[in-house]
Structure formats: C-alpha cells, structure tokens
C-alpha cells in the first residue's frame, strides 16, 4: 500500500507548475510534505529568524492581495512553510531534439505526457541528463525552488525565501494564477499567461502596498521589463534556429551553424545582460548551457507575453477585470492566442 501511495504521489507531483515532475525519491517528496508546519505557528517562534519571519509575513500580504484585490483562488496554498535544509530544492531536467525545436516528453500513468522530470537528488538527474545526451538530445537541468502537489496544499518553502522580495510576491501569485484560469491542453499558453500576471501582479501588488518609488516597485517594473527583453532575444533566436532546421542543408551543416548560431547568441545575450538587463534573474542564463533544450524551456514560460499586455491596456490597465476577461477563455474552442488577436483586432475596427 506504501508503494502504490508513493507511486500515486510522484504521478500527482507531475502536474505542478515548477514542481518539476519530483519523478525520482518519492520518500524525500513525502516527508518534506510531511513537514509542514502552519505558517501561523512558524511565525510566533521567538527563535525564527527575523528575516525569514518577514518574508513569510510578506507572503501572506501577497496571499491576501491575490485573493482580496486581484480576485484569484488562493486555495489553501502557501500556509505552511518547510525548511528543506539546503540552498536548491530540486532539479528539473527538460530535453529538445538535436535538429528541431520541439521538446522530450515523459510518459507518466495518470498524467500522461510531460516535457520534465525532477529530481532531489542532483547527481541523479545528471545521470538521466547524461544518458539523454547519449542518445543525441540536448538537455537542461536547472534548479527550482517549490513543488507542488495537485491534492495537497503547497507549502513555501526555505528555498523560495531566498528570492528577492519583488520575484518572492511574483511566484505566490504565478501560482494563484494556475488555481484560478487553466485552458485545457494548453500548457504553454498557461505558463505564458500566469507568468505574465506573475510580473503585473507583482507591480500592482508593490504600488498598492508601498508607491510608485519603493524600491519593491522598481524591482517589480525592471523585472517586467528584463523579461519583455528576454523575450524579444529568444524569439529571435529560435526564428533563426528554425529557419536553419528547416533548410534543405545537409544534418552535419545544420549542426555546425547550430553551434555557430548559439555562441553568437550568448555572446550577444551577455552584453544585453550587461548594458540593459536590471535585475539579476534573467542573467543566470548565462550559466545554463546554450542549446534547443534552453530555447524549449524559455519558450514554455516567455512566449506571447505582448498579446496579454494588450489585452491588459483594452481592459483600462484594470488587472482583475482582465483576469476575469482571460479566464472566459477557458470556455472557447479555438487556439487562445489568435482568438486574443482576433480580439483586440476588432476593438481597433470598432
């Protein structure tokens, strides 16, 4: 029975957003929920940490803001805190093939197909990374700091804390998000959007609580705009990727400016970091290796982050009245992006 529940809950921790698939050691999965305890009893210890107690206070601000001003489904999410006793949580490892820009996927029973696998241990996901890169792919392994548990409440945990403060109010409401507006087999547009109310929420959140000029706000806005720059940078990459793919060009010219492609890329990407980006965030992808597996990730969570800016100005720059807007889309049939483009075409014929 242990096992058929331990198995029951590796299928479950598939299907959270940044959960990355906690596919290897379901004990440690299990014991770490175990291990939650209420942040409102976290937060009257008289030996937490200073720090750590206004963090956990900021979230529950965060929380409220969600659920109180921008209307999203809170749940039960992110009343409970564990301390994991180490820096990274866990690692997700994504893989694309070597000559086009479509991802791995794994087969899991009750969730079906996914474009991730997590691990606790990372030496393990090395390991799978490796036999992956054997076999031709290419491959990302990078850190996450949560998981989450589709019938379990997520906890905060030690390693979200040590976010800034600004991507700390951004993650609770990325996540609020998902509980709030899911589309059906459109993975990518929902990780797009609530990365998107993820960034505008947080600006919101940090102008309402503390003004224009704090310094929450400044982080919040530059983030923003790091990730519109991010964006731009990836897009125009795998336009150039794909237009190399697509050619009639022999596999072992097409790997060669591949390589070409993707050391320009980079070079180029660390003088934007340089002279442009305001944040730290979007500069740790500096440290990843450069190859499809990065482009598939990046476009997973920054793709069609403008079409939602629109649709946030048609709305008069009110994020709840778009939030509720963008939640009727659950209910078409249609691809949701030309449906918003179609959209906001014919506000501008009116």
Not at 189 to 214: H, K, M, S
Not at 245 to 263: T, V
Not at 300 to 319: E, K
Request: net charge positive.
């Amino acid at each position: 029975m242990k096992k058929v529940f331990l198995t029951l809950l590796l299928a479950l921790a598939q299907s959270g957003c940044l959960a990355g698939s906690l596919a290897v050691d379901a004990g440690n999965l299990a014991k770490l929920s175990a291990q939650k305890r209420p942040i409102a009893k976290v937060v009257q210890d008289p030996a937490l940490a200073p720090e750590t107690r206004r963090k956990l206070e900021l979230v529950n601000e965060a929380k409220r803001y969600a659920a109180e001003t921008l209307g999203l489904n809170v749940k039960k999410n992110y009343a409970s805190y564990v301390d994991v006793g180490r820096p990274v949580l866990s690692w997700t490892l994504q893989a694309a093939a070597p000559l086009k820009l479509e991802g791995y996927s794994w087969k899991f029973p009750l969730v079906g197909s996914l474009p991730y696998m997590g691990f606790f241990n990372k030496e393990q996901g090395l390991k799978t990374k490796r036999k992956l890169e054997a076999r031709g792919y290419d491959a990302l392994l990078r850190p996450v700091p949560t998981f989450a548990l589709p019938l379990f409440s997520d906890p905060v945990t030690s390693c979200m804390l040590q976010a800034p403060d600004a991507y700390l109010v951004n993650l609770v409401i990325h996540e609020t998000c998902h509980n709030t507006i899911m589309l059906k087999n459109q993975s990518a547009f929902n990780e797009n959007l609530c990365e998107w109310v993820g960034n505008q929420g947080a600006i919101a959140f940090a102008e309402d609580r503390y003004g224009a000029d704090a310094d929450l706000t400044k982080y919040a806005r530059g983030f923003q705009r790091d990730a519109a720059r991010y964006t731009a940078f990836i897009s125009a990459l795998a336009a150039k990727l794909n237009a190399v793919y697509a050619s009639p060009l022999a596999d072992a010219e097409k790997r060669e400016r591949k390589a070409e492609i993707f050391r320009q890329a980079k070079s180029e990407y660390q003088k934007l970091c340089a002279a442009e980006m305001e944040t730290d965030y979007f500069r740790r992808y500096l440290d990843f290796p450069w190859n499809n597996a990065l482009v598939v990730y990046s476009q997973l969570y920054f793709q069609d982050q403008a079409v939602f800016a629109q649709v946030f100005q048609a709305q008069a720059g009110n994020l709840r009245d778009t939030l509720e807007f963008l939640k009727g889309l659950e209910q078409i049939k249609t691809a949701p992006v030309p449906y918003l483009e179609q959209w906001l075409e014919g506000r501008k014929q009116r």
